[in-house]
């Protein structure tokens, strides 16, 4: 993004012009976060680029974050976001650690190989139904599969997959594509408008960078091999990043995420799997456990192939890790508040010890 840009053209949308004073048009420059490195952010705004380091007191930011900074470039304060992706850290790490913010349509890339799962789409569907923003699942190298044989030593069905991920949810939009190719390609345009803010997402192998550098025209990410075996691929992507399309939209791609634990993530569950939250109101125990117990709508419903086993069964693993790291988070931020109270309980005494002197 060398050119000079307008706010428009940046992703800039009235919810963020609503937020600001008179004082801040006369005294503040608005700019956003295109890139964020281990120590610092880079920044881009009407004036261009710039770094802006990264200090303790600062809230926590990811890319696509509005903020103010005044004339000498220093940062002041960020925009309330209109959306939002965080997760729970890999491992055992008790951390929220963010991925996209202020995102209005987010590309769920999946390929049609050995990755293809419809477990992990849910999953990537909940973070969109979560944080209000709409999905789009690309299935990628659309012409290996269609050169391809399935299990059974078929021809492989690329519309039979296509209609399996779109029965996950209501008006979902799914497209397959050959990542390489700009014509198969251009069936996303009607999601690329100017001034919209997308993110691409999705593991690593499946041809995320690759869809990068044919929307915005050129070689900007580097991509890289797959292993024939299982399909997986290497991380070439290593940190979050903006980039401006011919179309006028930005795009933010996201280094490939082999753990994406979810957490406060109840009110997107609930939306994506509404069917099966209706059944359980009609359970005979407000706990049914929708094992043996007498009057199960959900059993019920198995029975007579209304709802999907394969489906119920992510629903409640996707609800129960939900659960849990939910309850994990929020332990950690109550610890982090009363060690913040107590610090600043420490300063205000010694403030106070000193005027005493």
Not at 247 to 275: Q, Y
Request: with cysteine; glycine share 6%; charged share 25%.
């Amino acid at each position: 993004m060398t050119s000079l840009k307008t706010l428009s053209q940046l992703g800039w949308q009235p919810v963020f012009q609503q937020q600001l004073t008179l004082e801040d048009y006369e005294n503040c420059r608005i700019a956003r976060i295109a890139e964020h490195h281990r120590g610092h952010y880079v920044l881009i705004s009407e004036s261009g680029i710039e770094s802006l380091e990264i200090r303790p007191s600062f809230p926590s930011m990811t890319v696509g974050d509005w903020l103010l900074l005044d004339d000498d470039g220093q940062f002041i304060r960020p925009l309330d976001r209109q959306s939002l992706f965080a997760r729970k850290g890999a491992g055992t790490k008790v951390i929220e650690q963010l991925i996209a913010a202020n995102i209005d349509t987010a590309f769920v890339v999946c390929a049609l190989d050995h990755d293809f799962n419809l477990n992990r789409i849910e999953r990537y569907l909940a973070m969109c139904a979560d944080a209000s923003v709409e999905p789009v699942v690309v299935l990628t190298k659309r012409d290996l599969a269609e050169s391809s044989l399935d299990a059974d030593g078929n021809a492989f069905d690329v519309n039979d997959t296509l209609r399996s991920v779109e029965a996950l949810a209501p008006f979902l939009a799914v497209e397959a594509v050959n990542a390489l190719d700009e014509h198969t390609t251009s069936a996303l345009s009607p999601w690329l408008k100017s001034g919209k803010t997308l993110v691409v997402m999705g593991s690593s192998g499946v041809g995320k960078s690759t869809l990068v550098n044919t929307l915005l025209g050129d070689f900007v990410q580097a991509t890289g091999g797959i292993r024939e075996s299982d399909s997986k691929g290497r991380h070439t992507t290593t940190a979050r990043s903006l980039h401006c399309l011919p179309s006028g939209a930005v795009l933010l791609d996201t280094p490939g995420m082999r753990e994406l634990k979810i957490f406060d993530s109840e009110d997107g569950l609930n939306t994506l799997f509404s069917d099966i939250k209706a059944l359980e109101s009609q359970c005979r125990f407000s706990d049914c456990q929708h094992g043996n117990e007498p009057g199960c709508a959900i059993r019920d419903a198995l029975a007579s192939g209304s709802i999907d086993e394969r489906r119920l069964n992510n629903y409640i693993k996707l609800q129960s890790e939900d659960a849990r790291n939910s309850a994990t988070m929020a332990q950690k931020r109550a610890k982090d508040k009363a060690f913040t109270k107590m610090v600043n309980t420490v300063q205000s005494s010694h403030r106070h010890m000193k005027k005493g002197f």
